[in-house]
C-alpha cells in the first residue's frame, strides 16, 4: 500500500476570497454588522491578528456573531445585521462597526462570539471578545470564569474612545507566550 499523501495547509486567499474587499461589493457580509439606524450604543471594534512570535498575519480573517442591545441573537433589526466579516490589512489589522451588545442570559456578561481563520491553519479557531469597561458582568461570566485568571485578559478588549465612538482594542495571537484562549467549539 502506498504511503498516505502528506497533508498541506491552506492559504492564503481568506481576505482576497471571503471578504468584500477581495469580491464585488454587496455580496458578501463586511465589517459594519450595525449602522446609524440600529438600536444600541455605536461601538468599534479595532484588533490585530499575530502569528506565534507576534508578527502580523496580513491575510486573515475574523468573523463575529453578536446579540443585539437587548442581548438576543439572530434578530435582525433595521440597521442591524448580527454577523460580520473582516479580512486583515498588511499590519494583520481588523475593524468592526456595531453596537454594543446585551447580556444574553441572566449572570452573562456582553461579549461577541468570534471565529479565526489564517494561512497554515485547517481548522478556523474560536473565541470571544469581552469589553473591559463590564467588569463586575465579567467577574460573573460563567465562561470567562472559567478560563485560567492569567489567561482571561486575553479575552477583553480595552476601551480606548476615539473619534467620538466607544472603540476596543482587541488581540488575538495565534500562538506563543501570550496566545489568546480558544474554545473548542
Known amino acids: 500500500m502506498p504511503p498516505q499523501t502528506p497533508s498541506q495547509t491552506v492559504g492564503p486567499f481568506f481576505s482576497h476570497a471571503l471578504t ?17 439606524a440600529a438600536p444600541g450604543v455605536p461601538i468599534r471594534i479595532e484588533g490585530r491578528l499575530l502569528d506565534g512570535v507576534g508578527d502580523p498575519v496580513p491575510d486573515g480573517m475574523v468573523e463575529i456573531w453578536q446579540a443585539d442591545d ?27 462597526l456595531t453596537i454594543k451588545p446585551g447580556p444574553v442570559a441572566p449572570g452573562m456578561a456582553p461579549h461577541a462570539s468570534v471565529a479565526v481563520f489564517a494561512r497554515g491553519m485547517l481548522n478556523h479557531a ?46 488575538i495571537r495565534l500562538q506563543g507566550d501570550r496566545e489568546s484562549v480558544f474554545f473548542d467549539a
Do not use: C, K, M
Open 20 to 36: 468584500p474587499a477581495g469580491s464585488r461589493p454587496g455580496r458578501i457580509p463586511g465589517n459594519r454588522i450595525a449602522d446609524e
Open 70 to 96: 437587548e442581548g438576543v441573537y439572530g434578530r435582525i433589526a433595521e440597521g442591524f445585521h448580527g454577523f460580520g466579516r473582516a479580512g486583515t490589512d498588511p499590519d494583520g489589522r481588523f475593524t468592526f
Open 126 to 171: 474560536f473565541t470571544r471578545i469581552y469589553f473591559s469597561d463590564e467588569a463586575v458582568a465579567n467577574a460573573a461570566d460563567p465562561v470567562l470564569s472559567s478560563v485560567e485568571p492569567t489567561r482571561r485578559g486575553t479575552l477583553v478588549a480595552t476601551r480606548n474612545d476615539r473619534d467620538g465612538i466607544q472603540s476596543y482594542e482587541f488581540t
